[in-house]
């Protein structure tokens, strides 16, 4: 009480520390017209589109420069390591969810936006915008770390080019702003496998995050677990070069061309780039046919029934609920409670 100088005893301790702590905070400044009438005038799709570019820098930024610190330090230990990137990746998609997921809804990759676009209503005028700024925002990442470790990148190019290889290869400067092959990795079948399950499997975990009727998430603890998902695939099949994403991949892979060489467009790029698409629209069909389950989101009332009340009826009676009793109406055919 000496310290906290309130001379409050008589009301009890933790209403003093209340009052203590309420004298330093902040308070919000009035919300002036002058800004309501500045936030309404501003075109919603490009506040979307801003945020899609952002989020996706906020993503990819912290994974290449994660790969930047461990390669152009010659992969030794104390600059980083397999690990590191994968939580760089992780942690960058968390911050990126937060910071910008409530104006966008969080695409940040081409093969959620048309997935969300097929199976949810987003709609498709607004496909190409999004994927242009997820584009972009890759592209801008890869620009960033460039201009700030050009002297190291261009030292390391050189000596690529002086063992006459290209700098877009496993280990050069192009590598760490997208993915290249290794030497004796040649197989385009297996790699395209490797791809496809890699990108199959995050998209389950994406859908099974968003999924409102799923009790095992919630909205804060949604971004860390999307992330960690990435984490987990870097984690397990980096060293068989995968991508995950293709606004990633595209956006980084034109700045490495741009500086780099033409090259970092190779037969193994169509890989990188265009299998997320199937593979996450693939992931999306299985959750939707097998895991979802669509009367328990409506139980939870987190959805309506298309027909609205009248609809939810009809099926409850078709399905031989509705003879359960008004008290169970809300129940799962296996007895699961959804209320």
């Not at 309404?40 to 820098?57: L, Q």
């Not at 590598?175 to 389950?204: D, H, K, P, R, W």
């Amino acid at each position: 009480m000496r310290r906290l100088h309130t001379h409050d005893m008589e009301i009890g301790v933790t209403e003093a520390v209340q009052r203590h702590a309420q004298r330093y905070v902040v308070h919000p400044k009035p919300v002036s017209q002058r800004k309501l009438d500045f936030e309404h005038s501003r075109p919603r799709w490009m506040r979307e589109m801003a945020a899609e570019a952002i989020g996706v820098f906020f993503y990819v930024y912290p994974g290449i420069a994660s790969q930047a610190s461990f390669f152009l330090n010659g992969t030794e230990p104390i600059f980083g390591s397999l690990f590191q990137i994968g939580w760089a990746y992780a942690i960058g998609i968390a911050f990126a969810i937060i910071t910008c997921g409530a104006t966008s809804g969080g695409h940040f990759n081409p093969a959620v936006t048309i997935c969300l676009a097929i199976w949810q209503g987003f709609p498709w005028k607004k496909v190409p915008y999004y994927i242009f700024a997820q584009v972009f925002g890759s592209f801008l990442a890869g620009l960033v770390l460039v201009g700030q470790f050009h002297p190291q990148m261009t030292a390391l190019a050189a000596g690529f080019r002086a063992l006459h290889m290209s700098p877009n290869s496993l280990g050069g400067p192009g590598s760490i702003l997208c993915s290249f092959l290794g030497a004796g990795q040649t197989n385009y079948g297996y790699l395209f496998l490797i791809e496809f399950f890699v990108c199959s499997f995050i998209g389950i975990i994406i859908w099974s995050v968003l999924d409102p009727a799923n009790p095992f998430i919630s909205p804060t603890s949604a971004p860390w677990a999307i992330g960690l998902g990435y984490a987990c695939m870097i984690w397990g099949f980096a060293s068989a070069t995968i991508s995950t994403n293709l606004a990633r991949d595209l956006g980084t892979r034109i700045v490495a061309a741009i500086f780099f060489g033409g090259d970092a467009f190779n037969r193994y790029s169509p890989i990188a780039i265009f299998v997320n698409i199937p593979a996450t629209i693939f992931a999306t069909a299985v959750y939707e046919v097998i895991l979802r389950d669509s009367f328990a989101i409506i139980g939870k009332g987190h959805n309506t029934h298309v027909d609205g009340e009248e609809g939810l009826m009809r099926h409850l009676t078709k399905t031989g609920t509705i003879e359960q009793g008004a008290s169970n109406t809300i129940r799962g055919q296996n007895g699961d409670d959804y209320a």
